[in-house]
């Protein structure tokens, strides 16, 4: 199972030493991903940086490390310039781009961006045909219902042909949700409990394989976190997921109220932990 972190952006807000050594740390340490969270606008907006912005300038200060926005809500964005931006990050990061995609929950934003909320999960879907064909062909021929592409394409490529896409999906989603996973996805964040997974996951592992796909190649990532409430919890948990199977895990040191240097001693404490929980 490859570990990563969250990077606190919430708490760390605009000191940037703090975000370079965070992420340098976690790199030193081991940790195998930093995930990023996105949100333009939003009534009541938390203090977050705009994740393909800030995974550029990580690109250039860590040498390793994956780079995971989780998730980039992509009905909200134009597709070319999100297939664009992501190159461009894979390319300045030697091909470190693990890209979460959803279609998010908040109708305001959509309106505030002026775009659709209602189709969001159709536009989705196309969206990543689009994307996938962007990322491997030199000229693209494109037409869908909301896209029309003719003889055209990006220069640079990606490093990665394509770009992994992986997907945030909750305890009961629909099916368009479970489809979209199984046949396009490369893996999906688990946004449930231990208890809640066996059945979704199951689901996913039947669509894909009607689909044709072999569900093994499909990742699985859950999230722990290692301060607040369930602090004292942790260790188990990550023992837990791990036995359940998951490709991936998050740790997270937000939601303490924690100090710079709380944040980095955390990420040590807990590296030391994890080398003897497997």
């Known amino acids: 199972m490859k570990i990563g972190v969250s990077l606190p952006v919430r708490e760390l807000k605009n000191d940037i030493i703090a975000i370079k050594d965070f992420c340098q740390m976690a790199e030193q340490l081991g940790y195998n991903h930093l995930r990023i969270p996105d949100q333009i606008l939003r009534p009541g907006n ?22 995971v926005p989780s998730v980039i809500i992509l009905p909200a964005r134009q597709t070319v310039l999100v297939a664009k931006q992501a190159a461009e990050i894979d390319i300045l990061s030697g091909g470190r781009l693990r890209l979460g995609i959803g279609v998010g929950g908040s109708e305001e934003e959509y309106t505030f961006l002026g775009e659709d909320f209602k189709n969001r999960g159709k536009r989705c879907d196309e969206q990543m045909r689009l994307l996938k064909a962007l990322w491997t062909q030199d000229q693209v021929t494109f037409n869908g219902e909301w896209h029309s592409i003719s003889d055209t394409g990006l220069n640079p490529l990606p490093v990665q042909r394509p770009i992994p896409m992986w997907i945030g999906a909750k305890a009961s989603p629909n099916g368009a949700v479970i489809n979209r996973i199984a046949t396009q996805s490369n893996g999906w964040f688990v946004l449930c409990t231990p208890e809640e997974f066996p059945k979704l996951n199951e689901k996913i592992i039947c669509c894909a394989s009607a689909a044709g796909r072999n569900p093994l190649e499909i990742g699985k990532e859950a999230g722990v976190a290692v301060v607040g409430p369930r602090e004292a919890e942790w260790k188990d948990r990550v023992k837990n997921w791990n036995e359940i199977g998951l490709s991936h895990l998050c740790i997270r040191t937000l939601g303490g109220d924690l100090s710079p240097n709380q944040h980095l001693a955390k990420l040590k404490e807990v590296s030391g932990c994890l080398e003897n929980l497997f």
């Open 46 to 67: 938390k203090h977050l940086h705009e994740p393909l912005t800030l995974m550029a300038y990580l690109a250039g200060i860590t040498e390793s490390i994956e780079l």
